[in-house]
């Protein structure tokens, strides 16, 4: 509610402030709220090396959302040296716990062969498995890749139809 305004003013600072001591408590809410505070440093000062170690505990009790957020730590060097080959590790493991921006992730790191193997294959069936669920963001990529025929068949059929269905999510 304080991070809302709602209640009260808006209060950041208070509002991170509880949610470290709900972290504590091991909320794993919470936890993973107070880790991406930590990574944007709302309400607090940026600690990306403290969020991973929040994150990596959450992963290892097979979190799906603490899951993604740590591969995209290890994909963009936050607290941790850039990795890809271990994002998309751990996107591939945040999808088989049903996360499907991971698994749209991990897609178009198969697509483009970054931290994995370019396999085109694999890739388009992982991002088409997202967009099938309602990603609207592996709709787009999967709708961008078929029509500009990078790495896969250009399609301007089936590009508008995934279009189309996120624009109208």
């Known amino acids: ?3 809302e305004g709602k209640g009260g003013k808006l209060d950041l600072a208070e509002a991170t402030s509880w949610l470290e001591k709900a972290s504590f408590q091991g909320h794993a809410a919470a936890q993973l709220a107070f880790a991406i505070c930590l990574l944007e440093g709302t309400g607090t000062e940026v ?3 403290r969020a991973v170690s929040l994150l ?11 899951t993604y957020w740590l591969g995209d730590c290890f994909n963009n060097g936050l607290g941790v040296p ?3 080959h271990e994002a998309t590790r751990l996107w591939l493991k945040a999808a088989t716990l049903g ?3 991971s698994r749209a992730r991990a897609g178009k790191q198969f697509i483009e062969g970054v931290g994995a193997p370019q396999d085109t294959k694999t890739g388009v069936q992982l991002l088409r498995q997202a967009a099938r ?3 609207t963001k592996a709709q787009l990529w999967l709708a961008n890749y078929l029509y500009a025929g990078v790495h896969i068949d250009k399609d301007f059929k089936e590009a508008a139809e995934w279009a189309k269905k996120a624009a109208d999510a």
């Open 56 to 66: 990596t505990d959450l992963s290892e009790q097979q979190h799906a959302d603490a």
């Open 1 to 3: 509610l304080l991070q």
């Open 99 to 101: 996360h499907e921006l």
């Open 82 to 84: 850039r990795d890809a």
């Open 133 to 135: 669920s309602g990603n």
């Open 47 to 49: 600690d990306a090396a």
